[in-house]
């Protein structure tokens, strides 16, 4: 067990929906980030928190946007979904941004029909 | 940019034996680190092993090792004593030495045979 949770595990919508993906940090990890897993693409890096601010960005869509509440949770909103945001998203935690190790959750799979 | 190349999509290994995965990045920076991720099929990333670019010594943990070649930007994954349970995707990692982004390589299947 990393100590980092996502929820939901599982996920099925439709296209053009609206999902919002959470996670919570291993207790003290100020850091936030969120990878996007798909068969095509492979791992991508979408964005990253600390703090709650903002660090870095990577590969995340204009339809997507993150952010990371004052208790340090986050949370992925993806909306008007289509079939190809089908993945599956981790999220992961380190103590600082510089520390170079990043525990892992279990992922949240979407299925967008 | 940085990126990050494993170019053995499968790999099998019969089981005490041992299996070496490859992975090759490209990358102008002198300070970065590097990892090996597991992924088994609960989907989990587990971190396997990590180096810093600034250390000579290759990282040992337990049955895994890496050889790490800076100057041909060369780092595999030795795993020795294969055993049922390593069976997985095992994932290469690049991340400089600020901001721990990182960059992913395509991924490599391994297949224990009993």
């Known amino acids: 067990d990393s100590g980092v949770t996502q929820t939901p595990k599982h996920l099925i919508t439709a296209t053009g929906q609206r999902v919002t993906l959470r996670c919570s940090p291993r207790s003290g990890d100020l850091s936030v980030y969120w990878y996007q897993q798909s068969l095509d693409q492979g791992l991508q890096f979408l964005i990253q928190y600390y703090n709650g601010e903002e660090r870095a960005k990577g590969n995340i869509l204009e339809r997507f946007s993150a952010q990371q509440f004052p208790d340090l949770h986050s949370e992925l909103n993806l909306s008007s979904l289509e079939l190809g945001d089908s993945a599956l998203y981790f999220c992961?935690?380190?103590?600082?941004?510089?520390?170079?190790?990043?525990?892992f959750g279990e992922g949240s799979r979407l299925t967008v029909l | 940019a940085q990126t990050v190349t494993q170019s053995q999509p499968e790999m099998s290994v019969q089981e005490a034996e041992t299996v070496t995965l490859s992975c090759t990045y490209d990358?102008?920076?002198?300070?970065?680190?590097l990892f090996w991720y597991k992924q088994p099929p609960s989907r989990q990333m587990i971190l396997v092993i990590r180096?810093?670019?600034?250390?000579?010594q290759n990282a040992t943990e337990n049955r895994f090792s890496v050889n790490f070649q800076k100057a041909a930007k060369s780092f595999s994954l030795k795993i020795s004593d294969s055993q049922l349970g390593d069976a997985a995707m095992y994932f290469c990692?690049?991340?400089?030495?600020?901001?721990?982004?990182?960059?992913f390589g395509g991924g490599t299947r391994l297949m224990v045979k009993p």
């Open positions: 990358t102008s920076e002198s300070d970065y680190y």
């Open positions: 180096q810093e670019a600034y250390k000579q």
């Open positions: 990692a690049y991340s400089q030495n600020a901001g721990n982004m990182l960059t």
């Open positions: 992961a935690s380190s103590l600082g941004t510089n520390t170079g190790e990043l525990f």
